[in-house]
T-cell receptor, first 117, second 114 residues
Framework: EPEVTQTPSHQVTQMGQEVILRCVPI?????FYWYRQILGQKVEFLVS????????KSEIFDDQFSVERPDGSNFTLKIRSTKLEDSAMYFC???????????????FGPGTRLTVL | SQQGEEDPQALSIQEGENATMNCSYK?????LQWYRQNSGRGLVHLIL?????REKHSGRLRVTLDTSKKSSSLLITASRAADTASYFC??????????????FGTGTRLTIIP
């Protein structure tokens, strides 16, 4: 069964460093998302991406964050200068899109645990 | 803004019993989805119910939706130890391009006692 994959599973970085989190969405999906979950808190929407551009972003997704689909398979989240409060689990998700499936069932990857020291 | 709130926050039951979790939200939705998360792991999609549906079944799962009360319930019948996890409801919100972002609730931590 197709699944969303994410690498690395755990990333440790120093405050102020840049990190790139990688995701491979399900191949025929058109919509891509990043969410994050700070330990013990709810899952929060960061950004959605369609047709090679951001379709919506939350207040969390400030200028330190960027997303990219560098090729036909990968979808990346870059944090330019990490802060302690960026420590969280980051989830990538993808969906076929309403036009194709009629509903928006989002499939999530296993997550990348980011620890900022 | 939309907000999903589940109750109870934590639930412990004996294996074999049924578990019921509830979710409330504040604004109109297109769909409501339930996800499971094992400790420190990813989110597993369980079931989606559309706003024009009132009940849906999938295996041991039964989901109801009451849009007039802006609430949903997830029933797991004949619970098993492997059902121990956190359960989240997630509601959608139309974005500019029609791909809905999800707003998650705070979750119910379900523990099945063998």
């Amino acid at each position: 069964e197709p699944e969303v994959t994410q690498t690395p599973s755990h990333q440790v970085t120093q405050m102020g460093q840049e990190v790139i989190l990688r995701c491979v969405p399900i191949s025929n999906h058109l919509y891509f998302y990043w969410y994050r979950q700070i330990l013990g808190q709810k899952v929060e929407f960061l950004v959605s991406f369609y047709n090679n551009e951001i379709s919506e972003k939350s207040e969390i997704f400030d200028d330190q964050f960027s997303v990219e689909r560098p090729d036909g398979s990968n979808f990346t989240l870059k944090i330019r200068s990490t802060k302690l409060e960026d420590s969280a689990m980051y989830f990538c998700a993808s969906s076929e899109g309403r036009e194709v499936a009629g509903i928006n069932e989002q499939f999530f990857g296993p997550g990348t645990r980011l620890t900022v020291l | 803004s939309q907000q999903g709130e589940e109750d109870p926050q934590a639930l412990s039951i004996q294996e074999g019993e049924n578990a019921t979790m509830n979710c409330s939200y504040k604004t109109s939705i297109n769909n409501l989805q339930w996800y499971r998360q094992n400790s420190g792991r990813g989110l597993v999609h369980l079931i989606l119910i559309r706003s024009n549906e009132r009940e849906k079944h999938s295996g041991r799962l039964r989901v109801t939706l009451d849009t007039s009360k802006k609430s949903s319930s997830l029933l797991i019948t004949a619970s098993r130890a492997a059902d121990t996890a956190s359960y989240f409801c997630a509601t959608d919100s139309l974005t500019n391009f029609g791909n809905e972002k999800l707003t998650f609730g705070t979750g119910t931590r379900l523990t099945i006692i063998p």
